[in-house]
């Protein structure tokens, strides 16, 4: 990343201190002190090192929008943590910068910061055979510098070496030789990315031809190289895009045969195991052509040919493998000629959910058919009674709004709240009542309704329902109702279905958060509880949020004149799980 200000204005302990946290602030001094920071170079507004820990790491501190930030190739540092090795590194540039606070004699060694200017100066008094012999010595060692200079020389070599260099560079550096693990995922990446560079300058050179197939059998080694290994950080896929730009671009240059191309393309959008040159035909219709086009829509079309008609009850096995790429095919096709009805005999070839019946009605709507939008919903209702995508109601809830319908269309939202009740579909079925401006009629509705299926199930549960705050979640229990006034901003109806019917214990902290200044005694109990719930989790965030309730509780009790009483309650509690040793060692500060 681009250095954007000085590190002297923002490397300073204190930093590294806040950044790090005290326990990797003190291993990472520890790491400084037994003098483990190798090779610290400052360039460019950039510190890099090699920290010695159980293996090598490389950390690279930098300013970034006026804030120190960091890279380490270890766990942490690679998940973004500013990890003990950056705090060595910044420790051991801090000893090295006139007027620092560190002290050298009982921190550790100094370590002089050499800059790359200095290693400049140097190389430029060094004879020429001299430089060679280092750069091909490092190059024996590592393996991007030495394909990088063999990809320099091919170029220099004439157009045939430089694509054989090139086609050789991409088959080793996707080479995995097995899993490429997450930790070692980034290194690999790198090498590839140095060869599409190549690629790219290969354009650049007028090499437009040559580039369109390298570009090929690299997306085909990437692809398969991205399914031996963890590319959790999408280097691989980003990797990916950027080649079918460069065959874009290359294609632009090289203007090749249009049938030819179609072919090409089309074969890669139905074999590829990604979303390489997926919408091709719509990203290359200029180059394609009528001729390019009438060739992908001839491949397209044959391919169309097997994919099996399905409706209410049947699937096609294939739906979501090749049925789905030559279905996008075709549908691209079809929105490039502008046909409506041929965009929805391809919609229409899969009406096995009730969300294809939508899509079809949605495509009509856009288009202004309104009467057709209207039948395809309502097709889509009849053909799945049981499993009606609540989608597809609200859809046709706006159809008959639209044409005054307006008690079809709140019968269509009441069945769909009856069927999937929740804070969602309430305020799903006021959006529709306020429109006729009849909300008050439908919310009394919706909270009978609601009650009445609490007390059902309140009548089928074996466990006896408790009132209160300390029950946790069933299905009996009031938690939506408690959400549903809290939504409305009603909070004392919500306290009182609380404690009439229990909730979830996140609606009892945001109803205690709401009481806590005008009733402190209604809340105590319930952050008791929480506090016990958070130290049975054994964990020591659990633990630090227990303590900061504790510190709540302690100052509630102090408003009601108390403190007696928190004092034998945290007596009591500290007895209570006094194994938990990291808990009770923060307890100790209350």
């Given at each position: 990343?681009?250095a ?17 946290g005290?326990?990797?602030?003190e291993?990472g001094?520890g790491y400084?002190?037994?003098g483990q920071?190798?090779?610290l170079v ?6 890099a ?7 090598e ?6 300013v970034d ?8 190739t ?9 990890c003990k090795?950056?705090?060595a590194?910044?420790?051991a540039w801090?000893a090295?910068?006139p007027?620092?606070?560190t ?17 400049r100066v140097?190389l430029t008094?060094?004879d020429k055979?001299?430089?060679v ?5 490092q ?8 394909e ?6 091919a ?5 045939g070496a430089n694509?054989?260099?090139i086609r050789?560079a991409i ?7 097995g899993f490429?693990?997450?930790?070692a995922?980034?290194?690999?990446s790198?090498g590839?990315?140095q060869v599409v560079d ?6 650049e050179q ?6 369109i197939d390298l ?8 692809e ?5 290994m963890d ?6 896929g ?7 730009e460069?065959h874009l671009?290359a294609c632009?240059?090289?203007k090749?045969d249009?049938?030819?191309?179609a072919?090409?393309?089309?074969k890669w959008?139905?074999?590829t195991?990604f ?5 091709a ?12 086009l009438d060739a ?11 994919v099996p008609?399905?409706g209410?009850?049947?699937k096609?096995p294939?739906e ?10 075709m549908?691209?096709l ?5 046909d ?5 005999a391809?919609?229409a070839?899969n009406?096995?959910?009730?969300y294809?019946?939508?899509q ?9 058919q309104?009467?057709q939008a209207m039948?395809w919903a309502?097709?889509?209702?009849k053909?799945?009674?049981e499993r009606?995508?609540s989608?597809?109601?609200e859809?046709?809830?706006n159809e008959y709004?639209r044409c ?9 939202i009441w ?5 999937n009740t929740g804070?969602?579909t309430y305020?799903?079925?006021k959006?529709h009542?306020d429109?006729i401006e009849?909300w008050s009629v439908?919310r009394?509705?919706a909270?009978?309704?609601i009650?009445a299926e609490i007390?059902?199930?309140k009548k089928?549960?074996?466990r006896?329902?408790?009132?209160g705050w ?9 938690s ?12 004392e109806?919500?306290w009182r279905?609380?404690q ?5 214990d ?9 009481r806590?200044n005008k009733?402190?005694a ?5 952050y008791?509880?929480?506090?016990e719930?958070?130290i049975?989790q054994?964990?020591n965030?659990?633990?630090a949020?227990?303590?900061?309730l ?21 007596a009591?509690?500290r ?5 938990k040793r990291?808990?009770?060692?923060l307890a100790?500060?209350?």
């Amino acid at each position: 990343m681009p250095a954007t200000g000085d590190l002297k204005d923002v490397l300073t302990h204190q930093t590294l201190r806040k950044l790090a946290g005290p326990k990797s602030f003190e291993r990472g001094a520890g790491y400084f002190a037994a003098g483990q920071v190798m090779s610290l170079v400052e360039h460019d507004g950039k510190l890099a090192a090699v920290v010695e820990g159980s293996e090598e790491y490389r950390v690279t501190l930098f300013v970034d929008d006026d804030m120190l930030a960091s890279d380490c190739t270890c766990p942490m540092g690679l998940d973004g943590v500013f990890c003990k090795h950056c705090v060595a590194v910044g420790l051991a540039w801090l000893a090295n910068t006139p007027g620092s606070a560190t002290k050298k004699s009982e921190n550790g060694p100094a370590i002089p910061v050499v800059t790359l200017d200095d290693a400049r100066v140097w190389l430029t008094k060094q004879d020429k055979d001299e430089l060679v012999k280092i750069i091909l010595d490092q190059a024996a060692e590592d393996a991007h510098l030495r394909e990088r200079l063999l990809l320099q020389a091919a170029k220099s070599a004439g157009k045939g070496a430089n694509v054989a260099a090139i086609r050789k560079a991409i088959d080793r550096a996707t080479r995995t030789g097995g899993f490429v693990d997450y930790r070692a995922a980034y290194g690999f990446s790198l090498g590839i990315n140095q060869v599409v560079d190549s690629i790219a300058d290969m354009l650049e050179q007028g090499f437009a031809t040559e580039v369109i197939d390298l570009v090929e059998h690299a997306l085909g080694r990437v692809e398969d190289a991205t399914l031996h290994m963890d590319d959790s950080d999408g280097n691989m896929g980003g990797m990916l895009s950027q080649l079918q730009e460069i065959h874009l671009a290359a294609c632009q240059k090289a203007k090749p045969d249009p049938e030819e191309l179609a072919a090409r393309l089309f074969k890669w959008e139905q074999q590829t195991h990604f979303d390489t040159f997926y919408g091709a035909a719509g990203t290359y219709a200029e180059l394609l052509g009528k001729r390019g086009l009438d060739a992908y829509r001839r491949h397209a079309e044959a391919a169309w040919a097997s994919v099996p008609q399905t409706g209410p009850g049947k699937k096609d096995p294939e739906e979501y493998g090749a049925s789905f790429r030559i279905t996008h095919i075709m549908e691209t096709l079809a929105r490039q000629s502008g046909d409506i009805e041929a965009l929805v005999a391809i919609k229409a070839r899969n009406l096995s959910s009730a969300y294809a019946f939508l899509q079809i009605a949605e495509i009509y709507r856009d288009a202004k058919q309104h009467d057709q939008a209207m039948d395809w919903a309502e097709r889509g209702i009849k053909a799945f009674p049981e499993r009606v995508d609540s989608r597809l109601r609200e859809f046709l809830a706006n159809e008959y709004h639209r044409c005054k319908r307006h008690d079809e269309a709140l019968q269509l939202i009441w069945t769909d709240f009856t069927e999937n009740t929740g804070l969602a579909t309430y305020q799903k079925l006021k959006n529709h009542a306020d429109r006729i401006e009849q909300w008050s009629v439908w919310r009394d509705q919706a909270l009978a309704f609601i009650r009445a299926e609490i007390e059902r199930e309140k009548k089928q549960n074996t466990r006896r329902p408790v009132r209160g705050w300390g029950w946790q979640v069933d299905a009996s229990d009031h938690s939506l109702l408690v959400e549903i006034f809290l939504w409305e901003k009603d909070a004392e109806s919500a306290w009182r279905e609380a404690q009439t019917g229990g909730c979830h214990d996140s609606w009892w902290m945001q109803l205690a958060a709401q009481r806590e200044n005008k009733f402190p005694a209604d809340v105590i109990p319930i952050y008791q509880k929480q506090v016990e719930n958070l130290i049975n989790q054994k964990n020591n965030g659990s633990y630090a949020e227990a303590v900061k309730l504790l510190r709540r509780i302690r100052d509630l009790m102090e408003r009601l004149q108390r403190t007696n009483e928190f004092a034998g309650y945290l007596a009591t509690v500290r007895a209570a799980h006094k194994p938990k040793r990291n808990f009770i060692k923060l307890a100790e500060r209350l």
